[in-house]
């Protein structure tokens, strides 16, 4: 298992992942990162919100688009340097989500790659938006 | 449990969470997102890696600010707009990462919030580096 | 993080924390406890009893009170010394569950406390009622 | 599965069950109740306390008594009804930990029974001792 050097990117170059976001995903995510706030594991304060029931961690969203650049874009032996999150619209527990990477600045004397990085719900709404930069493996 | 509003903030308030991050942490939060790259749960491809071993996923460090935000500052009821992070260096398996949140700007008009977001390990090194913006609750 | 020094209580100070119950909770509780009574973890056999559906552990609703004490009141610091339960009614997949406790006595001299501890459900029924004996931190 | 009925019961019945309690227990124990108390998941700051590192949860000790009536003695069809717990000394990660049970008293004509309820580590020191009442299947 080995990403894609600088070599083998090309601006354009994409990837994704997707997965349905189940509910032992966010009680697993809010013990783990000690988010407990009732808009994820209260689900009567949660009917009370905008959002009418309890939602996902925008950062397990973020955690899809960590998947797309560790995994597969650029992959294996990548370095993770940045990440910029807009967060649009909200995650529900069964919401199906594609995270997606695409490559749009390369500073190849730096080893340094800048991708788009997106979320969509199976709508296709778009639920974050935001930049990575990464240093793709040597 | 409600978070504090425009009214209660102020330039300068501070909260924090500290966890020491496992093993556990970082095999489930893997699980979660998808992100099974070997830098994460491959011991032995890891110490071939200028880290020397396995880290924890950078996200699962931004996950303690999302905590430090919906738990503590402002708390319930805030709305998560925005984050950019800048992973500085690794989280390792056993380190004590302290999240930590400062108001740095407030747009009573717009109810927008801008907090300077830091994550430090027990050695006092800073790890990430970022912004959040967020919507306190009304 | 510390928790409220003696100085810092009263009789009738209170706290509570909230939490949606998920079959995510039972089934990893049931996991960590070894308690796989099929009560809790067998929909057919617990459709036969009077509770006609699985059910969670009652020590899960427990451990809620243990989050009020360690969390809130009074905090990070203290040392639990015991607790008295009574199991009044089932807590029941996607129940929302509101842990309370409230200061009752306060015995200065020897660093104790008693709360009284009661957890109710969504309808406001208490489901588990008792005391809870602790040391504050110094 | 079925439970004993109270006529299969007699003064001085015992029943154990016994495990080691690992870091990955005590922090999904955390997420599953939401004490993130840093006595439990903060070995820097469980390092300064006099416990010397992070402990257990005492309700989750408590969980392994709760395995033990629910699996054995009376086992299935048991209705939980109350539980005096005391907690008598930390319970560390990587301990091994044996619940016990013995019928200590029953009152047939109310189908209620009472238990000694006690705890061990791996030295044998009683870390967790109570009385626990139950209302065996009929």
């Known amino acids: 298992m080995k990403g894609k050097t ?3 990117l090309k601006i354009g170059d994409k990837a994704s992942f997707e997965k349905t976001i189940t509910e032992t995903d966010v009680y697993l995510f ?5 988010d407990l706030n009732p808009a ?3 689900q009567v304060e ?3 919100t905008i959002f009418k029931g309890r939602i996902a961690h925008g950062m397990l969203g973020a955690g899809l688009i960590s998947a797309v650049l560790g995994m597969y874009l650029p992959g294996p032996g990548t370095i993770y340097t940045g990440q910029e999150l807009k967060f649009l619209a909200p995650v529900r527990i069964g919401d199906t989500i594609k995270a997606e990477a695409e490559v749009v ?3 190849v004397e730096k080893n ?4 788009r990085t997106c979320c969509y719900n199976q709508e296709g709404k778009m639920v974050i938006d935001g ?3 990464v240093m793709p493996p040597k």
């Open 6 to 8: 600088m070599n083998e």
């Open 131 to 133: 930049f990575a930069t």
């Open 112 to 115: 340094r790659l800048k991708l």
């Open 46 to 48: 949660a009917e009370k």
């Open 40 to 42: 994820h594991i209260n």
């Open 30 to 34: 809010a013990g783990i990162t000690g």
């Open 105 to 107: 600045e390369m500073i």
